[in-house]
């Protein structure tokens, strides 16, 4: 089999994955600051590194995935001045900042339910680790790395470079280019040099949030929280590090440094970042009326969309092109998605029903035998190819055809073999539903079955094992069983 291959933004080409202290696997994403309501370019960053999460645990290994939420000391325009993004909206709407934080973080969790998205192994918050960004402030300060300035700490670029670094080489910035690219007047700055950037950052007395530190009342820089948080959890290298390709610059370079200036190590060993969305051709913004919201795409509620699509249909068309690749929304594209969605599902419900039946005298298939081994070895050839999604899906439909024959009696399963045959029904469902995670979804009509299995929640929480028993013998009484998984409890058809 081919080794897992990733397309790593440091080296510029695809590497094999060789992690640090296998079967362990150490990954950190960068979450949403939780301001507003999630959008969908976060869910296909989050769906892409669910993918590799499920992907990695399913060829055998143990990954810690940490996946941040930031709630504190993201600056509107993503720089070192102006409001916090949470502060901004809790002044416009009169809460409490942490109400805004707990709003949208409820929300984001939703929205990742929704799509099927696996919660990560830890989820810190920013404002939970102040004690360890304070003292990576005082640990670069005490390295000669950063300054304080009117109460503010600033990381010195300079003096990074000076001690034998290279600021900009995750995104092959050169730092003339960016120093032209500043437009800050000589002496009106607290920074020596207009790139450095803030750590920690003074706070007027109306900002509302602020913390006490040695340097006065004041707030982290937003680029801190994921070094610390990430060195805490995953130590001080790792293996895998994501986000969305907008934070190449200046947030992971930034993470970099820091880390760097700290421990004297690379942090990271494979930094992956994923493509942008489109509609129609154009890139999504709010400013251009075409970016709308998931709970928008499943109702249906937007003027760009001819109607709604289900969570699993919008799973397998973000799928559909593998993460590197830029995704164009539209509705024709949607509608394709729906039609080759419902047909794999098809395929998840009929093959779980196949059985083995032998045949005195049955001829194997030689031919058809190969071609299935050889769409079983091709889907995981896709995925080792950076997560190529689009050529194991092309697999898994080719495997798909087989299923549809052997439902229909157009093949007979002794053709195949026992062993091939258990084979192809096994690695099926394992790769949609393991895998891609992408299951059945109860047909519409469903409301009652929704309000049933929140109330089958609510009772068990509340340990009324009497009224859980009536919710199941329900659901039973539907074709469906309730599964209470790890993470959350679903439903299913009964098998
Ligand atoms: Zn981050």
New binding site residues.
């Given amino acids: 089999m081919q080794p897992l291959k990733i397309y790593n933004t440091l080296t510029r080409q695809k590497d094999t994955f060789e992690p640090l202290a296998s079967p362990h696997v150490g990954m950190y994403v ?1 979450g949403p600051t939780v301001y507003n309501n999630a959008h969908l370019g976060n869910v296909r960053t989050f769906m892409t590194f669910d993918l590799l999460f499920r992907y990695l645990t399913h060829i055998g290994y143990k990954v810690r995935y940490v996946r ?1 939420i930031t709630d504190v000391g993201h600056l509107v325009g993503d720089g070192d001045e102006g409001e916090d993004k949470i502060g901004r909206m809790a002044k416009l709407e009169q809460l409490e900042p942490m109400e805004i934080v707990q709003r949208y973080t409820n929300d984001f969790h939703r929205v990742m339910e929704d799509f099927n998205i696996f919660p990560p192994s830890i989820e810190p918050t920013a404002t939970g680790h102040l004690i360890e960004q304070i003292e990576a402030v005082q640990n670069l300060i005490a390295k000669g790395l950063a300054y304080e300035s009117n109460g503010s700490v600033y990381f010195d670029i300079n003096a990074y470079n000076e001690a034998g670094n290279d600021y900009g080489k995750l995104s092959g910035r050169i730092l003339e280019d960016l120093l032209n690219e500043t437009r800050e007047l000589d002496g009106q700055s607290e920074k020596r040099n207009p790139l450095d950037f803030a750590i920690w950052k003074n706070a007027s007395p109306e900002h509302l949030m602020q913390w006490n530190s040695p340097w006065g009342r004041g707030f982290p820089g937003w680029h801190l929280e ?1 070094t610390c948080m990430s060195a805490k959890y995953l130590g001080n290298q790792f293996d895998i590090h994501g ?1 969305g390709m907008d ?1 190449k610059f200046p ?1 992971h370079e930034c ?1 970099i440094a820091q880390a760097k200036g700290l421990t004297g190590t690379d942090p990271v060993r494979y930094w992956m970042h994923t493509n942008m969305l489109t509609v129609n051709g154009q890139k999504m913004s709010k400013s251009l009326g075409n970016s709308f919201l998931p709970a928008q795409l499943l109702s249906g509620d937007h003027e760009l969309l001819d109607q709604s699509y289900s969570p699993m249909t919008v799973r397998f068309f973000m799928l559909q092109s593998q993460y590197r690749s830029t995704l164009d929304f539209s509705n024709d594209a949607l509608k394709a998605a729906q039609k080759g969605f419902k047909r794999l599902v098809n395929g998840l419900r009929i093959v779980k029903t196949l059985e083995y039946v032998a045949e005195v005298g049955g001829t194997p298939d030689e031919k058809k035998q190969a071609d299935i081994e050889q769409s079983l070895q091709g889907f995981y050839d896709g995925m080792n190819d950076d997560l190529n999604t689009s050529v194991a899906i092309a697999h898994l439909f080719s495997l798909l055809k087989y299923v549809n024959m052997l439902y229909m009696n157009q093949l007979k399963a002794a053709t195949l073999g026992e062993e091939l045959f258990t084979k192809l029904k096994t690695q099926f469902v394992i790769f949609c539903e393991d895998v891609l995670g992408l299951k059945e979804e109860p047909s519409e009509g469903s409301a009652v079955l929704k309000g049933m299995l929140s109330l089958y929640r609510e009772y068990k929480a509340a340990q009324q094992y009497d009224k859980v028993d009536e919710v199941r013998s329900y659901f039973k009484s539907q074709g469906l069983v309730i599964r209470d998984m790890k993470h959350r409890i679903d439903w299913a058809y009964e098998e």
Avoid: I, T
């Fill in positions: 960068c941040n994921c986000g934070l947030h993470e």
